[in-house]
Nanobody, 126 residues
Framework: QVQLVESGGGLVQAGGSLRLSCAASGRAFSAYAMGWFRQAPGKEREFVARISRSGGMTYYAASGEGRFSISRDNAKNTVYLQMNSLKPDDTAVYYC???????????????????WGQGTQVTVSS
């Protein structure tokens, strides 16, 4: 099991940027592929991005392609989500998640992830 704590959320104007961080503790961080999800009010949680254990492979939802970038630093046990050109539709609680069983493949189903953080709020004003 790995414990995850997100940070970096906040209020930003449309067109701005934020970088979210997710710090992991517990079992070996490099043994997990990592993902970011988000949940807007009244909507289901949706996949945003995923990165393989080594960081060599990344995957994105169409909504973030070209604007979001996921990365990780295994020495710091941290995964990041750089979000640029933010839109009001990006407003949501953002969660990081760990996948113990699968590596370099696109996994968008939230039930496939084994560990979750508590989330960080991102609000984009128009």
């Amino acid at each position: 099991q790995v414990q995850l704590v997100e940070s970096g959320g906040g209020l930003v104007q449309a067109g701005g940027s934020l970088r979210l961080s997710c710090a992991a503790s517990g079992r070996a961080f490099s043994a997990y592929a990592m993902g970011w999800f988000r949940q807007a009010p009244g909507k289901e949680r949706e996949f945003v991005a995923r990165i393989s254990r080594s960081g060599g492979m990344t995957y994105y939802a169409a909504s973030g392609e070209g604007r979001f970038s996921i990365s990780r630093d295994n020495a710091k046990n941290t995964v990041y989500l750089q979000m640029n050109s933010l839109k009001p539709d990006d407003t949501a609680v953002y969660y990081c998640a760990a996948d113990r069983f699968r590596d370099a493949m696109l996994v968008t189903l939230d039930s496939s992830y084994t560990d979750w953080g508590q989330g960080t709020q991102v609000t984009v004003s128009s």
